[in-house]
């Protein structure tokens, strides 16, 4: 293990309530989707690991893991991490119809280009 995205877990129209109210406040939102019905809020109350790029060829690994009738979100390496290396790992973001598309500049020879 690497480090726990920490955050407060909201249901979905929470989420989406709160993220309103951080884009009217011009913040930048951190979420991170656990389930079809939850996501952690990192945006208030989130450690570093929010600040985690997304990479098509990434050394971490994100895992949801149950944890005392909860959740907790947990950074592991797969592969050893030289020092200095930025952490990384695949937000494995659906692609859904319509939505904005954001570009991926992971670098990676297999970059996908995008990210979602
Ligand atoms: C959780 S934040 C990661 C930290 C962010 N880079 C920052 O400085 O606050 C997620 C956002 O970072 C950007 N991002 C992360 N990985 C990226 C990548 N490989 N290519 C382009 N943008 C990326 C996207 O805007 C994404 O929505």
Redesign the pocket.
Known sequence: MVIEYNGTILRNEVAIRKEKIYRSQNR?V?MFRIDSEHVVDATLTGGIA??????CAPNCVAEVVTFERGYKIIISCIRRIEKGEELCFNYQFDSVEGQHK?????GAPECRKW?N
């Not at 929010?50 to 990479?55: F, K």
């Not at 954001?102 to 992971?106: E, K, L, S, Y």
């Open positions: 930048a951190f929010r600040y985690i790029n997304h990479s954001i570009a991926c500049h992971c990210i």
